[in-house]
């Protein structure tokens, strides 16, 4: 029920991750406990084409990923929660897709905002060893 584009309310924070399927991955991030989750959307990103279609995307001439727009309240629920979340939900050494689907469109990766998540993220790296981690 709440809107899915900004201005959010004030002390809300954004986090964008690829794991794998969107719609899935959407489903996921709601199903974490509290109410901390406030609107989540489904796109591309880390691509270098505008505005691609889902046959661009799917084609993996458009460089895109499945992606999913998380903003949450850290008041409530904490980033670190939900990094924990995408560590969880997929295994990002299977490359380029996640179970059976398949494609550059399903690579991983975690999108920050701020500092704070840069280096939270990056903490989390250590020891993932050589990946097809899409990165930060």
């Known amino acids: 029920g709440n809107k899915m584009e900004g201005p959010w309310p004030e002390g809300h924070k954004v986090a964008v ?11 996921g991030i709601w199903r974490l406990p509290g109410d901390g989750i406030y609107t989540t959307a489904v796109g591309y990103a880390a691509g270098f084409t505008p505005n691609p279609t889902y046959e661009e995307a799917c ?56 500092e704070e998540q840069k280096a939270l993220i990056e903490e989390a790296l250590t020891g993932v060893g050589d990946s097809d981690y899409d990165g930060v």
């Open 17 to 27: 991750f690829a794991n794998g399927c969107f719609w899935g991955s959407e489903k």
């Open 59 to 114: 084609s993996g001439r458009s460089g895109h990923t499945e992606a999913v727009q998380v903003v949450y309240d850290p008041e409530k629920i904490s980033f670190v929660d939900i990094l924990r979340w995408f560590w969880e939900a997929h295994d990002p050494t299977q490359g380029m897709g996640q179970g059976n689907d398949r494609g550059t469109q399903y690579r991983s990766g975690f999108y920050y905002f701020d």
